[in-house]
């Protein structure tokens, strides 16, 4: 069965489906919006993950390809530290990534969790879907894959991400033998990020991958809901794709992307969908413990997007990006708290 599941694979990827056995293969009809990629940024972080990524889908019609392309940029810019290459580092000052990626004709996956020293994760998570019949590597184990199919061993700390993390341990405490040169608060917040990139093709064609440092200081070892199938990203070709940033803790506990997208198979647009799902961690918590935040983007099959948090973020409300034959756009979402 697994061989099958390999070969079905393989035959699907390469030849977009047309020799594939059609029990296996969720072929979806593509409707008004398609083809269509987004993730979850807005106007200046969209353009330069979704330009790229679009003319990948453009020429190619492989999702895989778009969504990888995606993820990519941002996981090889110094700038952004909340993904690959420059994201801020565990409580050890050591980076450790999590990435999945998901195909919806197959309904197949991979992912890697706690991989050190390779800049874009999600490409690893990638050839874990296509190269082997698991879906999950980690650590030590999922660092020797990449180097096995080429990859290059790195150092992923910036100076921009080893100072903030120096900040954040010499402000931790006023009884320990660290000394701060400065009183800077800024130093004790817990800044997270992640992106999630989602697309169909004109064949309706579902994929998408969730990538990032995970929360910044965490204790090492850690695994947030990025890496996790059904928690940072579920994609099912018959309904669409979700992916989640945030608090990861709160998204695994309640199988929040799988849950995004079973409510949109239940009828929910992605907006009210997204919705739904915050609500649900808001009612599993004490209200008055809410200091973290959620958010979840969607798409479905008719290129619907919606997209919603349980918090403003930086005073401002939840946003995607989202790039179609009519060009980029930034969708508004909705906070359900505040
Ligand atoms: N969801 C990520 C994690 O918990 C972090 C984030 O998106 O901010 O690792």
Redesign the pocket.
Same mark, same amino acid.
């Given at each position: 069965m697994k061989n099958m599941n390999r070969r079905h694979f393989l035959t699907t990827t390469m030849a977009l489906g047309a020799a594939a056995p059609s029990f296996m293969v969720k072929k979806s009809v593509a409707k008004n919006n398609m083809p269509i990629i987004l993730c979850s940024r807005g106007e200046m972080w969209g353009r330069k993950v979704l330009q790229p990524a679009w003319e990948v889908l453009e020429k190619t019609n492989n999702i895989l390809d778009a969504v990888e392309t995606g993820a990519n940029v941002v996981e090889l810019d110094p700038d952004d530290t909340?993904v690959g290459y420059g994201g801020l580092p565990n409580e050890n000052g050591v980076v450790q990534l999590?990435a999945c990626i998901m195909y919806g004709p197959t309904h197949t996956c991979g992912s890697v969790a706690c991989l050190e020293n390779i800049k874009t994760p999600s490409s690893v998570a990638r050839l874990v879907m296509e190269r082997t019949d698991h879906i999950h590597l980690v650590g030590e184990g999922a660092k020797r894959f990449a180097i096995m199919h080429g990859f290059v061993e790195e150092n992923l700390l910036t100076d921009k991400a080893r100072l903030e993390w120096l900040k954040w341990k010499e402000n931790l405490s006023d009884k320990d033998d660290w000394l701060a040169p400065v009183e800077d608060i800024e130093g004790k917040q817990r800044s997270?990020?992640?992106i999630n990139v989602l697309g169909i093709n004109a064949h309706g064609e579902v994929a998408g991958v969730t990538t990032?440092s &995970?929360?910044a200081w965490k204790i090492p070892g850690r695994v &947030?809901?990025?890496p996790i199938i059904g928690a940072?990203l579920y994609v099912d070709n018959h309904v669409g794709a979700a992916g989640?940033? &945030?608090?990861?803790?709160e998204?695994i506990r309640t199988c929040g992307s799988f849950f995004v997208v079973e409510r949109m198979r239940a009828g929910l647009s992605p907006q009210q969908a997204c919705e739904a799902a915050c609500q649900r961690i808001i009612d599993i918590n004490d209200p008055s413990a809410i200091d973290f935040n959620v958010k979840f983007v969607a798409v479905n099959l008719q290129g619907e997007v919606g997209c919603a948090s349980i918090r403003e973020s930086g005073g401002a409300s939840p946003e995607l990006a989202y790039w179609t034959k009519s060009g980029f756009h930034v969708y508004q979402g909705k906070t359900l708290l505040n």
């Open positions: 909340s999590d997270s990020g992640t990032t &995970g929360l &947030g809901d990025s940072g989640a940033t &945030g608090r990861g803790e998204v």
